[in-house]
């Protein structure tokens, strides 16, 4: 079983930076890629950036990319997602989750651990 737990959240005004993190424990070593993922007020559930477990290979939705980078810490079994230039539109609850399907899934189908989410929000 994979446990994943976010922090890092926060209120920021627009153009600021925050760094969530996310660690993780348990059955760890099977699982390929960690994803992050929002679910901003009254919305779904969308993907925002995803990195393999290695460490390598980081991808990101259009909004995101440019603006938020996905590292991975492998002494600490964490992964990070820092992020800049932040919009109101950016404001969500933020969650990371695994998956072993190999090659760029961004749905959230495709993951089955999941944190319990951290808030962000930005302010105008």
């Known amino acids: 079983q994979v446990r994943l737990s976010e922090s890092g959240g926060g209120l920021v005004q627009a153009g600021g930076s925050l760094r969530l993190s996310c660690a993780a424990s348990g059955n760890i070593y099977d699982e390929k890629i960690v994803g992050w993922f929002r679910q901003p007020p009254g919305k779904g559930r969308e993907f925002v950036g995803a990195?393999?477990?290695?460490?390598?290979?980081?991808y990101y939705s259009p909004s995101a990319k440019g603006r938020f980078t996905a590292t991975k810490d492998d002494a600490e079994n964490a992964v990070y997602l820092h992020m800049n230039a932040l919009r109101p539109s950016d404001t969500a609850v933020y969650y990371c989750?695994?998956?072993?399907?190999?090659?760029?899934?961004?749905?959230?189908?495709?993951?089955?651990?999941w944190g319990q989410g951290t808030q962000v929000t930005v302010s105008s």
């Open positions: 990195i393999s477990w290695s460490g390598n290979s980081p």
């Open positions: 989750a695994t998956t072993r399907t190999l090659g760029t899934p961004a749905t959230t189908a495709y993951f089955a651990a």
